[in-house]
Antibody, heavy 118, light 105 residues
Framework: EVHLVESGGALVQPGGCLRL?????????????MSWVRRAPGKGLEWVSY????????KYADSVKGRFTISRDNAKNTLYLQMNSLRDEDTAIYYC???????????WGQGTLVTVSS | EIVLTQSPATLSLSPGERATLSCRAS??????LAWYQQKPGQAPRLLIY???NRATGIPARFSGSGSGTDFTLTISSLEPEDFAVYYC???????FGQGTQLEIK
């Protein structure tokens, strides 16, 4: 069974930084592509970033490009999201998700809340 | 960029009724379309992938259809636990639709 647990969410000031983690278990983490998806208050789901199984392929949404960095440690079964230069509009629940079929997400964590506010 | 438009924004129905949710793509996505359900305080849950394949553990009352630009999620007979927000999602940039709120009438 896919088990994903995010951590690292917090209240941070605009311009600040934060690193999210996602601990994976119940499946062979190293062979799966992974993504971060967020949901801002009162809004819908927004894909944020993608990473290939061996970290060779990485993509970002335009809204976070140049500010966020996705990475993974397959030895530790952990996915990361380094978030720099945070803005008010980055306030959201951040989910890590396991990808299948090249696009859909068949496993999700419970989410971690990031609040950007002064 | 391919845009997904979901309709209606809000759907008010009673338990036992049939729900029909629509997702339209601005250009063809072939059959690369997924549907998710999200309840308050919970993570999204995959319902349908590749337009019409039910995900593991999803009840048979959920079905998906369509290809190209027009897709439909049908819930044949609503159960109380089905009232939630539903999103469609396609392959290009993992883009989601804006969601349909399915509420109790």
């Amino acid at each position: 069974e896919v088990h994903l647990v995010e951590s690292g969410g917090a209240l941070v000031q605009p311009g600040g930084c934060l690193r999210l983690s996602c601990a994976a278990s119940g499946f062979t983490f190293s062979v799966y592509t992974m993504s971060w998806v967020r949901r801002a208050p009162g809004k819908g789901l927004e894909w944020v970033s993608y990473i290939g199984s061996a970290s060779g392929d990485i993509k970002y949404a335009d809204s976070v490009k140049g500010r966020f960095t996705i990475s993974r440690d397959n030895a530790k079964n952990t996915l990361y999201l380094q978030m720099n230069s945070l803005r008010d509009e980055d306030t959201a629940i951040y989910y890590c998700a396991r990808e299948r079929g090249g696009y859909y997400f068949d496993g999700w964590g419970q989410g971690t809340l990031v609040t950007v506010s002064s | 960029e391919i845009v997904l438009t979901q309709s209606p924004a809000t759907l008010s129905l009673s338990p036992g009724e049939r729900a029909t949710l629509s997702c339209r793509a601005s250009q063809s996505v072939s059959n690369s379309l997924a549907w998710y359900q999200q309840k308050p305080g919970q993570a999204p849950r995959l319902l349908i992938y590749d337009a019409s394949n039910r995900a593991t553990g999803i009840p048979a009352r959920f079905s998906g259809s369509g290809s190209g630009t027009d897709f439909t999620l049908t819930i044949s007979s609503l159960e109380p636990e089905d009232f939630a927000v539903y999103y469609c999602q396609q392959r290009s940039n993992w883009l989601f639709g804006q969601g349909t709120q399915l509420e109790i009438k």
